[in-house]
Structure formats: C-alpha cells, structure tokens
C-alpha cells in the first residue's frame, strides 16, 4: 500500500491519544492551521504517522536484532527499484555550466571524505557516531559550475516520490555528502543505496535515500516532509520545536 495515495483513514496519533483519519487530518493543513494550532502535533507526529506506515518495522522489534544499529527503515514510497553499478545513475542539471550524469563508478573515482557524526531523526530517535562517507557535494557543484543566479538545490529520488531542498550555502558545507557508505560499508538498498544524501548537522530526513538527481535552482523549493509541515531549515537542535544536542 501507498501511505500517500491511500484513501483510507490511517489512525494517526493526537495529544490526548485518540487516532483521528487521515483525511481529517491533510483536511486541518488545507485549511491553513498549519502554522498554528497543528504545528505541535505535526513536529511531533507526523512522519510517524505517514511515513511509518511503510516502516519496515512496525512492533519495534529491529532495534533487538544485532544488524538494527539503531536505525529504522523508512520510505514514504511503497516500493523502491533497485539500483546497482551497473545501472545507477546522478544526474545534476539546472543552473549550471555543465550538466552531467556520474556513473557510481565516476563518484567512487572522485575524492572520499569520511564522516563520524550522531544521526538524529526528527521523531526522536537518535544513532551515535555513525561512518559516512562520498563526495563533498561542494566537489560536485564546483565541477558542474554553478551560476552567478543560482540560489538553492533540489534532489530529487529513484523511488519517484522523495524530495529535499537545501540552500547553495548549506550545500556548500563540508559535512554534506553524496554518500556511498554507511557504517562503513556500501549503502545497502534500505538505506537508500547506492546512493544517498547525507546532511550531518540537518535532520535525517534531509539526507535524502536512493538520490537519483541534483536540479540547481533560482530558490528553495521545499520537500516531502517540508510540504506536510517540516522546517525547511532543518538544523539538529534549532528547528521543528526540538532541542537535540547538534550532530554537527
Ligand atoms: N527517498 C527517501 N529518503 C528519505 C526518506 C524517505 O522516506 N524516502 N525518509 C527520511 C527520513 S524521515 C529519515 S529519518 C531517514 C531514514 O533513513 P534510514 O531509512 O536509512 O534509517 O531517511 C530520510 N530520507
Ligand atoms: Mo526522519
């Protein structure tokens, strides 16, 4: 089943407990109490109630086994192809001087840099120190050569649903990647292999999973979760009504 296409009431979780439909639910955002009255319930709620839907594991249980690590599965698509070497590809294109596509073979040629750094999810949960790496993403804006006009980033995904946004600045970071490892070994299809996104001082929702392409654009255009209610600014500790220590 597809959470997002779903038209049947999935129990959502409210203050005082009690499951409300979704409809009702995406009914309160149209009407615009976004900002207001829902705000609290969706920064607490929301990805756990849509997304979890397609969570991999819903009694919790991945966190007993040996290879959970901490980590929960999460796509807001049903199902997601599969893509190896001999298929994968990124593409970067909008505002630049040089469009192309990268091979997995091409990013593995470029540059590694290796991150240690806390995962926090934006529900609560939250991995210590946890390897990534790939290619600074600044490397991958630089050689596509970036216009004067250009202003953010959009990625976008192989599951066909997924998007992000980051400002050229945030990109430009040194702790943001185009990741091919996790934990130290290639990213496996349930983490968004082969490739992923990795923002380390952004919420993980912001480290988009199976990254399929880079449009450089004229400004922000947010993402997924940041049209159903997420800060488009997604710093650890200093956004969505939370106060995590910072990962980054
Ligand atoms: N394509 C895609 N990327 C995604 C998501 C998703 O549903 N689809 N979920 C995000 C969220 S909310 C989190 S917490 C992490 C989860 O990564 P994991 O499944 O490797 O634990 O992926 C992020 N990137
Ligand atoms: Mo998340």
Known sequence: ?????????????EP?????????FLGTLGLGALGVAAAPALQRGLEDFLGGVADKDPTGLTGLLPNGGGFRYYS????VPHRTAADYRLTIDGLVDRPRGYSLADLRALPQTRLVRDVQCVTGWRVPGTPFQGVRLSHLLDAAGVRPSAKALRFTCFDGTYTESLTLEQARRPDVLVALRMQDEDIGHDHGGPVR??????????SAKWLSGITVTDRVRPGYWEDLGYDVDAWVGRSNGRSD???S
Do not use: H, Q, W
Request: cysteine-free; aromatic content about 10%.
């Open 1 to 13: 089943m597809n959470p997002e296409r779903s038209e049947e009431p999935i129990p959502a979780p």
């Open 16 to 24: 005082d407990g009690r499951p409300i439909g979704r409809r009702v």
């Open 76 to 79: 807001v698509a049903a199902s």
């Open 197 to 206: 996104l990795y923002v380390a001082p952004m919420y993980f929702y912001k």
């Open 245 to 247: 220590d910072p990962t």
